[in-house]
């Protein structure tokens, strides 16, 4: 067998970048369930009707098959891997309903697939982090404004640069469309999303190709989407445009609530930004966009959803925030800006003098480990220079030796090596497990496994 | 749209079951550590050829196809999704060999997919929680102990019933049918595997159909399978058998020096069982059953693989054991034995008396939430009644009201309500967290979602 080459996108990571996720997956959960949201995870597959029922995903879905498909069992024919948390969620509330207490908030760490061609920061499998409220019938804005507090919150505990939230509003786009003529606001909200990459130019052609604008319309609609700001003065800016329509009051309206209270208890974080229109089709009023400075990639993203859940006459409405985490994490792999002290959890290595020894150095390593301690035993009875150079490889800082009048333990960085017990010796906490640090770092990419 | 129904084998727990279930892997995780295993994930998915390798699984796979495949791009074509974690491992430990230290220690917590027909205790989408060791050229066998020390300490720290592992090793089985003539040793394996669920009458003439066996040397084979012991007496009444071969010689040294050691380090856990085969064929030594008491089904296993991974020159032996965390679950949820003492992380519910007090009840939330008190405001400002109910039925122990000449918090299950302040409060550490707790329990099962 030849070596296996990688699959393109679909990452892996090294032992060392796997400690970083999971410090940071664990950091991001501990700060939802400090906010209150519950921990749930759903099935990896969804019935295909349910993934299609949004809009301009359908090419991207992974669909399964099995390899000896039986006629005679049709039930897992016509499904799919979801493509993202949320519409799985939202059928998770549906059927779930009766047993669960509304409001319902819930945090979901799982990974998604989806058939797109893999470039800078699109995966084919990449991992999310969401958190989303639903109530039944009716659900407050101020939720819009939890979630974002809370994936803030989540992401300035990490050890990563600052993220920004742009924001907006479906209700002043599809308004404004509306009151300045356009026959098609969704393909004008579709068209106008696609400005980060085709440029003004090729949207405004857009707009008036699939959404029946004028060219003047279809110049007032890029004019809209040129306003940000992080405070309230983005109002007076679309006023100032001179569109009058009910949706766009009451989107404002709205906005100005998210923006002026966020502004409250996380200044400078969450800023409005009228460009902002999110691919998905289900947003219907706030729409957040998550930014890291210095890189155009979005590495989260969310919205309110009135519609994607409903049965009978009870509708679901929902908000929820997606913090991209393999994103984030190809991005700072590969700039080499965060990495873990060792690649291994191990604290000490128990040396071995020989085969017959094994048992009691098992027996320390018990010891060590009933208080806490991660501890390997070496693998070898080697000469000690060679079960050193084991535990210096993979950067263990302790060697243990054990004695016949009793066990000595080397900090093999300095050299300096103690007697100690297994039931009394600790090491100091900065050692017990991987550290992991960002730094300043380089921008060439050298961090990576296979991102 | 309907309520949706859910999807056999597909199993999704309820938030208070996710809270254990999460717990459970913690625990798993945190011995796995202590024990010095490096933390990894592989993607999901592996190209065919790699999965079809394996004997007897290729039934079981799910096949993917992007729903608009693109024949102009066929990078994502060919591949299913992993049907355990090992095969993954092995490819990976070939892929990045360059890249880790050997021996290789890692554990890897992810779901698997198999496209079988759903029962009792057999899922088609599960989580397993495995440990394994890779080596260079050769690997002593010290760390067949190692892993499955490692595995019954992470078993017995969780709040289940104790588990024991049977052991076999394939050199005792496939010597003693060379020894006593059967023409195919493996054919022979693969109908005493079968034993459990076919019995032995029909194990008896499966060997004489596909094995080439005689009834007389069926009966033999069948007498093996029917010795088990806590001990070393299984030698004995092995060698009374009367079948010589140098191989039944070497694997029963082994499977000697497997059960000792285990028996000096964890009394009674491990148990030779010579009717354990293990159906995947990469096992060569070592296997091993974990049962929970007073039932049949594994709830996981493992063992020794020397030919799963080589490239060129170069063969990586390893071992391993795999802990099936959903079967598990499944299990305890069906007899109502586990359970968490609420369904959220919530320990404090900030009151709202109306909605211009919602900033302050904010701020309140952030203080306690920086103090690591897992906090929620009030979604509405409903009389505080109705607000008590909201923390009630969600088993938040506080309720936190401001007020002007300072706040209170309520513990609403005494009704006591003492005065309080967010920079100094702290709940009893057994409130803090839900708790998840083991009971006797039913045997109905009532307990599991859609288990």
New interface residues.
Partial sequence: ???????????????AQ??V??RIVDSVRRTF?????????????E??D?LLRQGET???????????ADAA?P??SG???HFDLTVPFA??V????G???F?F??YQIQ?A?R?E?PQEGRY??FLQADIDVV?RDTL?L??DV?VV?AAA?ALSSLPVPAVTARTNNRKVCEGFYRGVGVKDPPAALRAVDKLDKIGPDRVADLLVETAGATPAQARACLALGEIAAPDLSFVDRVRALGVTDPLLDEGLAELAAVVE?CG??VPGTVVADLSIARGLDYYTGTVYELRMPGTALSIGGGGRYDNL????DVRYPGVGISIGITRLLGLLFGRGVLSASR????CVLVAVAD?RA??AA??TA?AL?RR??????S??AARYGKQIRYAD??GIPYVWFPGEDGDEVKDIRSGEQVPADPQAWTPPAGDLHPVVTATAGDAAGTGG?DA
């Fill in positions: 067998m030849t070596r296996p080459a990688p699959l393109s996108g679909f990452p892996e990571w090294l032992p796997r400690i996720e999971q369930e400090l906010h209150g949201f519950t921990p749930l995870e759903t099935r990896a597959v019935p295909l349910q359908s090419k991207e879905i992974y669909v399964l098959r099995r390899l000896q069992d039930s897992d499904l799919g891997l059928r998770y549906l059927e779930h309903a047993r669960l207490a409001p908030r819930r990974k697939w058939g061609r084919r499998e109530d407050p101020h939720h939890d507090l919150d209270t409250e208890h859940a409903s049965a009978g690649p291994v959890p191990t085969e094994r048992p098992v027996r018990t480990r806490g301690i991660p501890t390997e035993v693998p070898t490889r993979r496994a």
